[in-house]
Every structure is written in structure tokens, then in C-alpha cells.
């Protein structure tokens, strides 16, 4: 049942961030030449060569829901623009200083939760090592070393045998070591966020007149995981319909508690100018955090007829 609002709080600036989970989600393959499988673990306190060993492909998360302040340069000859919202991640492969031989690790599967927009994988590991002071796992040591253990210094990414693919949010990944060993680091996009809305807030079912003048209002809800007040109500759009401006104010929503649960949600104004199907039965509202973090939610809708 829907609740009645009991409090109304003016929103024109984000208030309070958005959490971020962001992670590597998985990885998969045979194990290495030397028998040991692939893992995720967690960030070292040290990522220089001789202190990040191992003897199968590991890789761990760097840096999260951080906005780029320059443009970084990766693989292809393309660069990620400063302003753009990324996580990133590090995987490498790196035997022990003093271990004789070829340590090799194929066709390793890591999946992201989400996108993959960029991988630094230059033999020297310049694109690493140019993009550490933002993209490094906070805590980690990337810089401080004697020289040819901190990037960049020559073979710290990948050469020769070694090689890579994307598709989506994965990259399978070949890499074959003596020493040093590989360093790739793999930057993804910010998933969307999923969040509840409440599409007329109050009434149920949410019936629309696709004639009748006027505004739909649709509200964000606050819960345990969102904080709605991080989302920027003038990117807000219903079915693609942006939110109404409050006259000339600026002001594109108001924080009002519509559940009664205690916290704050996001109320914005819909024009009723959507093209809607006959048979529609849900509508779904996009929009972005004022960090750049898309979200997106669906509730019911029903259709009537005009009178």
C-alpha cells in the first residue's frame, strides 16, 4: 500500500553519494603451467615485481566509482576522457624472482559487473604507470621501489605470446612470463543501478489519461542500498520524457518521504506527453546520479481511456 508524504525538503544539489559496489565478478580457466588456477585477491599492499608474486594469473580490484580528472590513454590508441566514471581493476601474472623457466596462463575468462571500456597493456607499462595516481587501489604501493620494480620499466606489460580479447564485461587473457612478469590494468564503466520508483505516488493502480494534461508525478525511493537524493533530478526521465523545471527556479524535484519509512525519496514532475501504447502496462525511468552513475527503474502503469 502506498503511503501518504510527511516531509518536503526543497532538492536543487546533491545531498549525500551514491554507494558503489563494484568488483570483479568472476574468473574462469585451466589451471597454469605450473598446475595452479586463476583467483581474485584482494588488492596487495605492494605492486611492484618483486613483492606481487605468483604462480597462476591473480587480479584485483583498483580504484572505485572514480571520475577521471585527465584523459587516459589505453590500448588502440584510444583514451577514456577526464569526467568519466570508471572502476578500475589490475591482473597479473608474475613468478617469483629466481624461479627458472616459462611460467604460462591461458585462456583465462574475468568477468566485470560491468563494461569494459579500456585496457593498459603496453610493454613498458607506461599506461599504468600514468594512470596509478588515480586509478591504483587505494593503500597499494605502486611508486616507491628501487628501480625496475615501479612502472613503467621494460616488459611490465604484455609482449611476445601474450594477448588478450574483449567482449562485453570479460576479457580472456593469455600471458606467458619469465621475468618481469605482466601487468594489465583493465578499467570498466559503472553498472547502471537498479532502483525502486513509485510511479503517482499514493494511488493504486497508477492510472494514466494519455490525453489529459498535466504532470505524472514518479518518485525515486530511498532504501537500505540508494540514497535518492544522490540522484540529479533535471537528468531524470520518464519513458524518455524528462522532468519539468519548477517555473524558472532550477529546481527539477523535492525530497518527500512517500513511503513513510522515515527517509527522504525523490519526487519529480513527468509532462504528460508520452506516446503511450494502448496495451502499456509499465514504464521505466531513467536518469543519473550527480557522480554520472545511470540508473534505472520500472513500475505498473495502466492505461484508461479518455472520458
Not at 620494480?149 to 619469465?178: F, H, K, L, W
Request: proline share 7%; aromatic share 4%; charged share 15%.
Amino acid at each position: 500500500m502506498k503511503k501518504a508524504l510527511i516531509a518536503t525538503t526543497i532538492l536543487t544539489s546533491g545531498l549525500l553519494p551514491v554507494m558503489v559496489n563494484a568488483a570483479i565478478v568472476s574468473v574462469s580457466g585451466p589451471p597454469s603451467n605450473a598446475g595452479i588456477l586463476p583467483a581474485i585477491i584482494p588488492a596487495p599492499a605492494n605492486a611492484l615485481n618483486s613483492t606481487a608474486s605468483n604462480f597462476g594469473m591473480e587480479g584485483f580490484d583498483e580504484a572505485q566509482g572514480v571520475v577521471t580528472t585527465v584523459a587516459h590513454i589505453i590500448d588502440g590508441g584510444g583514451t577514456i576522457p577526464a569526467g568519466t566514471t570508471v572502476n578500475s581493476h589490475m591482473i597479473f601474472l608474475n613468478q617469483p624472482d629466481g624461479t627458472g623457466g616459462t611460467l604460462s596462463h591461458r585462456d583465462v575468462v574475468w568477468t566485470f559487473d560491468g563494461p569494459i571500456i579500456g585496457v593498459m597493456s603496453d610493454g613498458g607499462g607506461n599506461r599504468e604507470a600514468n594512470s596509478t595516481f588515480e586509478l591504483g587501489a587505494p593503500g597499494t604501493n605502486y611508486t616507491v621501489g628501487p628501480s625496475g620494480q615501479v612502472a613503467p620499466y621494460g616488459a611490465r606489460g604484455m609482449e611476445g605470446g601474450d594477448s588478450y580479447t574483449v567482449a562485453g564485461n570479460q576479457i580472456t587473457v593469455n600471458m606467458i612470463v619469465s621475468q618481469p612478469g605482466d601487468w594489465i590494468r583493465v578499467v570498466t564503466a559503472i553498472p547502471t543501478i537498479a532502483v525502486d520508483i513509485d510511479i503517482k505516488p499514493g494511488s493504486y493502480p497508477n492510472s494514466i489519461n494519455p490525453e489529459a494534461r498535466g504532470v505524472i508525478p514518479v518518485a525515486i525511493l530511498t532504501t537500505a542500498d540508494f540514497d535518492a537524493s544522490s540522484v540529479n533530478p533535471a537528468t531524470v526521465a520518464l519513458e524518455d520524457v524528462l522532468a519539468k523545471e519548477k517555473g524558472k527556479s532550477g529546481k527539477y524535484g523535492s525530497l518527500e518521504d512517500v513511503d513513510g519509512d522515515g527517509d527522504l525519496d525523490l519526487v519529480v514532475q513527468i509532462p504528460n506527453t508520452i506516446d503511450w501504447p494502448d496495451d502499456a502496462t509499465e514504464a521505466t525511468l531513467t536518469g543519473e546520479t550527480w557522480d554520472g552513475i545511470a540508473i534505472e527503474g520500472t513500475d505498473s502503469v495502466r492505461i484508461v481511456p479518455p472520458e
